[in-house]
Each structure stands twice: as structure tokens, then as C-alpha cells.
């Protein structure tokens, strides 16, 4: 039994790098086409990343349907099969510059079908592993490590070639990747009896849509320290995004040449997969770590903009960015230790629009007139104080 889920541990994790690096060679090709070829200015391409968050915002509208999903491994092919098809019609039109309008229609479908995607999987997951809770962690691991890494790696990769060979090359492999991926997937083989009941499943559509909703909703909510943790993790990825993305006023600010600003992004990103590399190690309670998390990252971003030597600063930035590299793989197992197996698609499709609501929230914070050095101090003292809060709910229940 142990060597089959070995096998299909193996099986996810090759399909799931196969199908990332796919996704992502696509998406780099196509912002670079964009502004390259297609000579797009800025308000083109925010269009473009409009329609890449929309469908994680909307996704809470199909939770009660991602719940009632009798057989994930069917539907998961079947979105990615749907993924493939957007990626390869898509790679044509950008290569024969077909209007941005309907490339724009393909990389929706694309979008949602990958967002409806990571939902499904996440219920997948412990059908496949059977619900045996070591195999479901450790394939946790080797998920947001690989992730990290391939992304990393990848987006390297990407830019030397398109440097070097253009972009037809990136587009082939992303057509190849893409289908080998699935095929990984259709080889996992599993009990079928860990899937939803077929009685529970037509129960629950039996109620009126509305409804369902609402009952996801309430247990999304109520099932506690998920939901504080979600909703504190939710806020602080918005904010902390928005501070990564003004990390060239930030360089100048500090009186920095601005050109630096990709050193100590590449030093946040080696940090976030260090972190993704040490956290099987932490065996800490959730409150637990995720308290030490934020009070340590908080006092990290505070003293960051103190008056001191960079080689500090960039020393605070590397800790904060491995202890948020561990939370990533602390958190995907708090959502499989908190709901049940057969809501864990729903209630992970609910926590997507959470991010994406707090996501799009932040950025409003890039009006306010204010010095991006303030917003670095701003956000320490709330990541500090959402730490205290998680230590003393933490405590409290002990």
C-alpha cells in the first residue's frame, strides 16, 4: 500500500511540475508579446492581469459545486484538458498576432479553468493518499517546495532564452509540458470508495443554490483558528504583495540606486524557497507558529527602514522572507487538518477569493499619498499585532 501512494505521490508531483511550468512559460510569452509585438501600453497589459485575478475573486460562487464533486480525478482532467486547449490555441494566435481580444477570451478561459483547477486538486489529494495524514503532508512538502522552485527557476530560464532565442521556442515547450502533465494524472490510480458519496452529493444539490452557499460560507467562517489564520494570511499577502511591487520607490527612497530592487526581490524569493525547504522541520502547532511568524516578520519589515547598514536590511528581508516561505507549507496543511475531506475543495475555493478580495483591497493603498517606507512600517506593526492576537487565541485554548 505504501509503495502505491509512493507512486502516486510521485505521479502528482511530476503532473503538477509539468502542468506549472507549462502555465507559466505561456504566461511569460505572453506578457512579453504584449508589450514586444503587440506594442500594448500599460492600461493593456493591467487589463490582462484584471483577468487573471477576476476568476480567484468569483470562485466563491462555485464552492457549493466544488463540493459536491463525486469524482475529482474526471473533473481535474478535464479542466486541465480545457487549460491545454486555451495554452496551444492561444501560443497560435500570439505567433500569427491575432487581436488582443480574443487572445484576452482564451487567457479567461485559462485563468478560470486553472483557478477551478487548484480546487480540485486540493480535494483530490486526500482521496488519492486516502486520507492517511503523513502522506497527504508529505506531498504537501514536495508541492510547495517544487512549486517555489520551478517558478523561480523557470522565470529564469524564460527570460535568458527570450533574451537569446525569442519566444518560439518557450511557447513549444509549454505546448509539450502541458499534455505529458495530464497523462502523469490519468496514471494515478486510486480507491474510488474515498470519493463523495453519490446520497450526500445529490442531498446537497437537492438544496437551493443559495443556501449551500451560505452553509459553506458559515462553516468557511466558523471553523476556528482556520478562519483567523486565512483571513490575517489574506490581508498580509495583499499588503506585503503591494510592498514587492514598489520595491523600486522603496530602493529610492533609502537613496539606493533603483536598479537594486532586483537583488532584494531575488533575495525575498531565495528566502521564500529556503523557507518552502526548512518547513517540514516545523512540528509547531499552528497558533503556535503562525504567531512567532508574524511577530518575526513584523519587527523584520519595522527595522527594515531604520537608518541602518543594507547588508542588515537585506539580512532582515532573507528572515522574513524564509519565515514566510515556511507559512506558505504551514498553511496548506492547516486547510487539510481543519475541514472535512469531502469540503476541502469549496472551503479552498473560498480562501482563493478571500486572497484575491484582500489582493485587489491593497493596491487601493497605492493612492494614498504616503512614502512606501511608511507602508513597510505600517504593515510591521499589523503583522505584529496579528500575532499577538494568534498567541493569544493559541493560548486560550490550551
Known amino acids: 500500500m505504501m509503495l502505491k501512494q509512493n507512486r502516486n505521490l510521485f505521479k502528482l508531483v511530476v503532473g503538477q511540475a509539468l502542468l506549472l ?16 509585438e503587440y506594442r500594448a501600453n500599460a492600461r493593456i497589459v493591467a487589463v490582462f492581469g484584471g483577468i487573471a485575478a477576476l476568476p480567484p475573486a468569483l470562485i ?6 466544488l463540493g459536491q464533486i463525486r469524482n475529482n480525478k474526471r473533473v481535474l482532467i478535464s479542466l486541465q484538458l480545457i487549460s491545454t486547449a486555451a495554452i496551444l490555441v492561444g501560443g497560435v494566435f500570439l ?6 481580444f480574443s487572445i484576452g477570451i482564451l487567457y479567461f478561459i485559462l485563468s478560470t479553468a486553472d483557478t477551478i483547477s487548484g480546487s480540485v486538486e486540493v480535494g483530490f489529494v486526500p482521496v488519492v493518499f486516502q486520507e492517511n495524514e ?19 527557476i523557470t522565470s529564469i530560464i524564460s527570460s535568458i532564452i527570450l533574451v537569446k532565442s525569442g519566444s518560439i521556442w518557450l ?107 526548512l518547513a517540514p522541520l516545523v512540528k509547531w502547532r499552528a497558533p503556535t507558529f503562525f504567531a512567532v511568524d508574524y511577530i518575526l516578520s513584523g519587527i523584520c519589515f519595522v527595522v527594515i527602514t531604520f537608518p541602518i547598514n543594507n547588508f542588515i536590511r537585506l539580512t532582515l528581508l532573507l528572515i522574513a522572507g524564509i ?21 476541502i475543495s469549496a ?8 486572497f484575491a478580495l484582500f489582493s485587489v483591497v491593497s493596491y487601493l493603498a497605492a493612492w494614498i499619498t504616503v512614502k512606501t517606507l511608511v507602508l513597510w512600517q505600517i504593515t510591521g506593526i499589523i503583522t505584529i499585532i496579528f500575532g499577538v492576537i494568534v498567541a493569544l487565541y493559541g493560548y486560550k485554548k490550551q
Do not use: C
Open 171 to 277: 511557447l513549444i515547450v509549454s505546448f509539450a509540458s502541458a499534455p505529458i502533465g495530464i497523462i502523469f494524472y490519468w496514471l494515478i490510480s486510486y480507491d474510488e470508495k474515498f470519493d463523495l458519496p453519490k446520497d450526500r452529493a445529490e442531498n446537497e444539490a437537492e438544496q437551493p443554490y443559495l443556501k449551500q452557499m451560505l452553509n459553506s460560507l458559515y462553516q468557511f467562517s466558523h471553523t476556528m483558528p482556520a478562519f483567523l489564520i486565512i483571513l490575517f494570511e489574506a490581508i498580509l499577502g495583499g499588503i506585503t504583495g503591494l510592498l514587492f511591487e514598489l520595491l523600486p520607490l522603496t530602493m529610492k527612497e533609502l537613496g539606493l540606486a533603483v536598479a537594486m530592487f532586483s537583488i532584494v526581490n531575488a533575495v525575498q524569493k531565495t528566502g521564500d524557497l529556503a523557507g518552502g525547504l
Open 95 to 100: 505567433i500569427n498576432h491575432i487581436n488582443l
Open 60 to 65: 466563491i460562487f462555485l464552492s457549493p459545486k
Open 347 to 354: 472551503m479552498h475555493a473560498l480562501s482563493t477569493s478571500t
Open 323 to 343: 519565515v514566510m516561505g515556511m507559512s506558505g507549507n504551514v498553511f496548506e496543511k492547516l486547510m487539510y487538518r481543519s475541514y472535512n475531506v469531502g469540503d
Open 134 to 152: 503523513d502522506m497527504i503532508e508529505k506531498s504537501v512538502d514536495f508541492q510547495y517546495f517544487m512549486g517555489s522552485g520551478i517558478t523561480i
Open 21 to 36: 511550468i507549462s502555465f507559466t512559460l505561456y504566461s511569460t510569452v505572453l506578457l512579453y508579446l504584449l508589450v514586444q
